[in-house]
């Protein structure tokens, strides 16, 4: 079954790996209320260590810059 227009949502992700480095970037568009959710992101993973970092950008109907979100973290595997 479809799903009504406004629930309706548009993924779309590109992403590139070297070796140990993977970068990315995501959009989630709504068309319905012209409103979008970007990423960018870039890890890098050495032996049991990773380290990752993303920007989140949240664009609002008017097309206005709503909130930046950056996050940075360092994890170790197990």
């Given at each position: 079954s479809a799903e009504p227009l406004q629930q309706?949502?548009?993924f779309l992700r590109a992403a590139q790996n070297?070796?140990?480095y993977t970068v990315s970037a995501d959009v989630l568009w709504q068309p319905a209320s012209r409103s979008a959710i970007s990423t960018i992101s870039?890890?890098?993973k050495h032996g049991p260590w990773l380290l990752a970092a993303s920007v989140r950008h949240y664009g609002g109907m008017s097309g206005t810059?709503?909130?930046q979100l950056a996050i940075a973290s360092?994890?170790?595997s197990f």
């Amino acid at each position: 079954s479809a799903e009504p227009l406004q629930q309706r949502n548009v993924f779309l992700r590109a992403a590139q790996n070297w070796d140990s480095y993977t970068v990315s970037a995501d959009v989630l568009w709504q068309p319905a209320s012209r409103s979008a959710i970007s990423t960018i992101s870039t890890s890098w993973k050495h032996g049991p260590w990773l380290l990752a970092a993303s920007v989140r950008h949240y664009g609002g109907m008017s097309g206005t810059y709503t909130r930046q979100l950056a996050i940075a973290s360092i994890e170790r595997s197990f």
